[in-house]
């Protein structure tokens, strides 16, 4: 990082922000300005039947002034769109008419919950604290699907779609269109406690069958922005928060039958049943503030994580999907380092077990976790989340003695995270400060004290300054982090992949083995323009201590290094003639290490055109320089990389479409001629307005020709008495992400997903690191050293590196691979009354693999299943299978405002 680079950000934002008015392209544009009155109607004098034909929805006014904004922007919508709103003691009621001029037009499919883009639908979005920033969206669709979502910052399409409040809402069809009413429950709703409600609110009107988009208060294509664009919401008076207490117990029941189990297992009875009982509950806590507990959770029909073959040193991130730890998070992570991934609570415990048979726990239970969230209406936004997971051994049996004995593989831990938040000034800028912390029951000399560290702390700040109704911003955040343990825990830590703290030709840090704590930092700004009718721009610099170390309750991939990176964008979103929209963007990033060794840079160009039919086609190109990666030799000294190029292009058709499809091709090839080819796509239909189907192919075939395997003594004196050892790889992937769902109706549903997953590798041309910083191997058979094979023993001898005076021999076990899985799980759903569901959940997971590394095809996919004909097929010796199926059933009731 540059100080040229620091100048140049700070001139590009402070040039854009003095220059004279008449010196800028223009960035704003004036805000309607709207107002809606909402209407006290007698309490159950609207029936909610998707008809609003009561008399109590006579006197409520009517608003009719919409405006496109797709495919014409600011022109006149086709069909006609009638909007009212009421309330009584309880709720808010929405009615909406829409007469068509195409009612057999109007795309109707039936869907589970927040799936309504194919689907014509209309959605109001509230900003209850009318604080401009955020919002609550409700949606509803032709044939009755609701959507719910919640913008946690000003910006139309950044939402959070874990919102799922209870509410309801019911559609009808008539000649001439359809009619809808939703009804919301003051009790979802967050907002401050007044005589009258002053709100924010707009609406959207969606109607795939023309690609149209009306909106009540449309922002402009060349803007940003949602909440700060809102009309006013008035009339709701004498409605005050309420306590919002809900329960949410379950009972769920599973078994795990394995196929083939082996009969000696004593932990494996066939069935494998068990009983769970828990709860959720949901309190509000004044008028402003929820706070959420569960004990004892169950997530039996979340999906599982996608297949993979990772060859790296490197932690896969896999996503949330627990819904606990999904609503509301953004309240609590924050936009600064990645101080809080909640997967770190229940993940997998750690601890070694060693026997004939084990019976080791998949995660670590979650005895309790509780969290509370919410708005002040000062404009403070709070998220605090604290959980409490338990002690988890595994059960162990020799066979030789016939004994059978507890380890213990994670202690009891405690995890805490606490975030404030605060706008300020009217363009509503932010500032905010989080802290997390973890500590762990271990003493002092157990064994799990040399794996995990005792206490782990991270505290952070950050800030956005928002200038010009949010067309510029300037931002950044500065963390620290702090963990402690015994020696041999805090080595571990230093000899991560994360920081390689015993590289031996480091100069800016070393490993030490007495060290009992490690802390570290992090610290980004960026500046950038968001708005405008041609030009945008980024610039972001930012830091990472080598000690920086926040994986007990965040995530941090790899630390030591000094980023640089920005873009400029030019765009059209006026449309012409043979384009819609065009984009085009040039971008640029490096990273450097403390040693000021250039990790890796990078020049990139992205080209998106959106044709009249809203056809969309990308083109990308990418050229990666030369490098010297500090990873690559997994503690061992730097390794040089060589150029990438990169070519990447994809065709879609309407997002809006029925029938949906995706094309995607990926080229490259670096400095040793090795390719990486991707093949990819998506194809997705409704055969009827019921069934959906949809499937996401991907194949990638990569060549790399440095691919660790590992690292031996012996070696030369440049390379520090190390053997490094690399080799070529030619590795194929080949995944089909399958989805078939069947909706009864909006609130019951069956759905199928399957991920069937072949991967394969070959190693060849076997060498070790040459020299510290090189980029080629010194390949064995050549420089002094011959090979020779034992079966698929690969034999090495260095005569030019004797040991004793006598060549050095070594052995290199064989590495190929060949890897299927099919994973599958089959979900019936039923909301059978608002809030509560019942869950029926079919799993099954089926492995296969084998020691070569034939490249994989689409017929390899169904391996799992069957053997291939053939000495090398996976009925062969050396090849092993695993069969698995998961049933569960979970109730849970939704009891609302005790």
């Known amino acids: 990082m540059s100080r040229g680079c620091r100048l140049l950000g700070a001139a590009l ?31 159950g004098a609207i029936t909610l039947d998707g008809r609003p034909m009561e008399d109590a929805w006579k006197n409520v006014p009517v608003i009719r002034d919409f405006v496109m904004k797709e495919p014409t922007e600011g022109g006149v919508p086709t069909d006609s769109l009638q909007v009212r709103i009421a309330y009584d003691d309880a709720a808010l009621f929405v009615a909406l008419r829409i007469v068509s001029r ?10 589970r919950r927040d799936n309504i883009g194919a689907a014509e639908h209309v959605w109001i979005s509230l900003d209850t604290y009318h604080d401009r920033r955020t919002a609550y969206s409700f949606a509803v669709t032709a044939s009755g699907v609701r959507g719910d979502w919640y913008h946690g910052i000003d910006n139309e399409t950044n939402i959070d779609l874990e919102f799922d409040p209870v509410w309801q809402a019911a559609s009808h069809r008539e000649p001439t269109g359809w009619t809808a009413e939703m009804r919301i429950p003051f009790s979802q709703l967050r907002f401050n406690d007044a005589a ?50 809900e329960l949410l117990p379950y009972v769920a029941s599973d078994a795990k039958l394995n196929a083939d189990r082996d009969r000696a297992n004593p932990f494996d009875d066939g069935r494998n049943i068990e009983k769970r009982v828990g709860g959720d509950l949901k309190m509000g806590v004044g008028p402003n503030l929820t706070l959420e507990a569960t004990v004892n959770p169950d997530f039996g029909q979340v999906e599982a994580d996608p297949a993979e073959v990772n060859l790296s040193a490197f932690e896969t991130f896999f996503t949330e999907k627990r819904p606990f730890f999904l609503e509301g998070a953004r309240n609590i992570t924050g936009s600064g380092a990645n101080l809080f991934y909640s997967r770190r609570i229940g993940a997998r415990p750690r601890g070694g077990a060693d026997a004939d048979y084990v019976d080791y726990p998949n995660t670590a239970a979650i005895l309790g976790a509780a969290k509370l969230t919410g708005r002040l209406s000062s404009g403070t936004t709070l998220g605090m989340l604290t959980a409490v997971t338990n ?3 595994a059960r162990l049996y020799d066979v030789g003695t016939g004994l059978r ?42 064994p799990l004290s040399a794996l995990l560290t005792r206490r782990a702390y991270s505290a952070g700040s950050d800030f956005e300054m928002r200038f010009r109704q949010g067309a510029y911003s300037l931002g950044g955040f500065v963390a620290g982090s702090y963990v402690d343990g015994d020696s041999t825990a805090i080595g571990r830590l230093q000899r991560s992949s994360a920081r390689y703290l015993q590289r031996p030709d480091a100069k800016s840090y070393h490993y030490d083995p007495s060290r009992t704590s490690l802390s570290g930092y992090s610290a980004y700004m960026y500046g950038s323009r968001n708005s405008g009718k041609h030009w945008l721009y980024d610039l972001t610099v930012g830091t990472e201590s080598p000690t920086f170390e926040t994986n007990d309750m ?11 990176e920005g873009s400029v964008t030019w765009r059209e979103t006026k449309p012409g003639v043979r384009l819609r929209s065009f984009s085009s963007v040039l971008s640029g990033a490096t990273e450097w290490n403390y040693d000021g060794d250039r990790q890796y840079g990078e020049l990139r160009t992205d080209n998106t055109f959106t044709f009249p039919n809203f056809w969309q086609l990308t083109a990308s190109a990418f050229h990666d320089v030369r490098g010297l990666d500090e990873r690559l030799t997994r503690g061992g000294p730097l390794m040089g990389t060589g150029y990438n190029n990169v070519g990447i292009i994809a065709l879609a058709n309407s997002s809006a479409a029925t029938t949906r499809w995706q094309a995607r091709v990926y080229y490259g090839k670096d400095e040793f001629g090795a390719p990486t080819n991707r093949l990819s796509g998506l194809l997705s239909f409704k055969p009827t307005p019921q069934w959906a189907f949809s499937m996401q192919p991907n194949f990638l075939r990569i060549v790399t020709t440095q691919q660790y395997v590992t690292t031996l003594g012996g070696g030369r004196l440049q390379t520090y008495g190390n053997r490094y050892v690399f080799a070529r790889i030619d590795q194929s992937t080949f995944i089909a992400t399958t989805r078939l769902n069947y909706t009864f109706t909006p609130d019951v549903s069956l759905e199928v997903y399957a991920e ?26 050549t420089d002094g050293t011959t090979t020779s094979y034992r079966g698929d023993t690969l034999v090495v001898t260095d005569n030019a590196t004797p040991t004793a005076g006598l060549p050095a021999t070594f052995k290199l076990a064989p590495n190929d691979f060949n890897v299927r899985s099919f994973r599958s799980n089959v979900v019936f759903r039923w909301e059978y009354r608002p809030g509560s569901t019942l869950f029926v959940v079919w799993q099954q997971n089926r492995s296969a693999d084998a020691p070569y590394g034939d490249l994989v095809s689409i017929g390899d996919l169904a391996d799992p299943f069957r053997s291939r004909v053939g000495s090398r097929g996976f009925g062969a010796s050396g090849v092993s299978h695993e069969l698995s199926n998961f049933f569960a059933v979970k109730l849970n009731f939704w009891i609302p405002a005790l």
């Open 756 to 781: 069937p997953f072949a991967a394969s590798g070959a190693y060849s041309k076997y060498g070790e690191l040459a020299a510290p910083g090189a980029r080629g191997l010194r390949l064995y058979g």
């Open 196 to 245: 009258e409600q002053v709100w924010g609110v707009n609406f959207d009107f969606w109607s795939p069958s023309r690609n149209e988009d009306v909106f009540w208060i449309p922002v402009p294509r060349n803007e940003t922005g949602w909440s700060s664009w809102m009309g006013t919401l008035t009339g709701i008076r004498g409605i005050h928060p309420t306590r919002r207490l």
């Open 405 to 446: 004995r507890d380890t213990l593989v994670a202690p009891r831990a405690g995890y805490f995270v606490a975030r404030v938040g605060q706008q300020f000034g009217a363009e509503g800028s932010t500032a905010g400060a989080m802290v997390t912390a973890v500590q762990r029951d271990l003493a002092s000399g157990e």
């Open 391 to 393: 002690r988890e051994s």
């Open 13 to 43: 934002i402070a040039a854009s922000l003095s220059a004279p008015a008449g010196a800028q392209e223009k960035v704003q544009a004036p805000r309607p300005v709207k107002g809606a009155t909402a209407v006290r109607v007698p309490n």
């Open 102 to 111: 195409n009612p057999a037009g109007i795309q109707a499919p039936v869907a």
């Open 554 to 564: 965040g995530r941090v991939g790899t630390a030591d290094g000094l980023v640089s």
